[in-house]
């Protein structure tokens, strides 16, 4: 059975960097038929997704308009997780964080669906 | 980027009857593949998202039969056939058919009367 377990700290400085790690249980980061995602959620904004990473023969990098210039999502195939680092917070960064399976398919059928999540780190940006 | 948009944002329901919600997509989610990724997530209080229906209407493993997903195009529909106490929460319908981004509704509050 697939886990995704997520850590790292609930309280970030505005201005510093977010950082979370989303450690894979039952499946690899490196699979071929999944991508691996971060999606936050804020009364503001509802759900929004932040960004994936996935490997096809190679690695490969997808980030939302909004945060491209501030974010960076990296895989760490030795100890089968992934990251989430955003720089220079402000306080409508506040959000809870998921990481995320996207299940790309399963055997020869095509799927595209959000089908493991990640407990969710509270976190709040704030001096 | 594709905007999504539900109806009701909130739905107040008696035990054991009916529950219907409505997602509209601001462009048609027929993918090229000839597939339409059109996902419903549940959230219970306190709990992440949790996987309903993909590709319209294909139920997640473990997912009661009471939930159905129907819908092409632009217009897409989640039904409860009897809500029970569990099901209360807040609903998203999703697109992956157009991405990045993959974009969600806003959300509908399931509660009970």
């Known amino acids: 059975q697939v886990q995704l377990q997520q850590s790292g700290p609930g309280l970030v400085k505005p201005s510093q960097t977010l950082s979370l790690t989303c450690a894979i249980s039952?499946?690899?980061?490196?699979?071929?038929?999944?991508?691996w995602n971060w999606i936050r959620q804020s009364p503001l904004r509802g759900l929004e997704w932040l960004g994936r990473?996935?490997?096809?023969?190679?690695?490969?990098?997808d980030y939302a308009v909004s945060v491209k210039s501030r974010i960076s999502i990296n895989p760490d195939t030795s100890k089968n997780q992934f990251s989430l680092q955003l720089n220079s917070v402000t306080h409508e960064d506040t959000a809870v964080y998921y990481c995320?399976?996207?299940?790309?398919?399963?055997?020869?059928?095509?799927?595209?669906?959000?089908?493991?999540w990640g407990q969710g780190t509270m976190v709040t940006v704030s001096s | 980027e594709i905007v999504m948009t539900q109806t009701p944002l909130s739905s107040p329901v008696t035990l054991g009857q009916p529950a219907s919600i409505s997602c509209r997509s601001s462009?048609?989610?027929?993918?090229?593949?000839?597939?339409?990724?059109l996902s419903w997530l549940q959230q219970r209080p306190g709990q992440p998202p949790r996987l309903l229906i993909y590709?319209?209407?294909n139920r997640f493993s473990g997912v009661p039969d009471r939930f159905s997903g129907s819908g092409a195009g632009t217009d897409f529909t989640l039904k409860i056939s009897r809500v029970e106490a569990e099901d209360v929460g807040v609903y998203y319908c999703m697109q992956a058919t157009q991405f990045p981004p993959y974009t969600f509704g806003q959300g509908t509050k399931l509660e009970i009367k």
């Open positions: 990473t996935y490997y096809r023969s190679k690695w490969y990098n």
């Open positions: 590709k319209i209407s």
């Open positions: 039952g499946d690899s980061v490196s699979s071929s038929s999944a991508a």
């Open positions: 995320v399976r996207v299940v790309v398919r399963i055997g020869p059928a095509a799927i595209h669906a959000f089908d493991m």
């Open positions: 462009q048609s989610l027929l993918h090229r593949d000839g597939n339409t990724y």
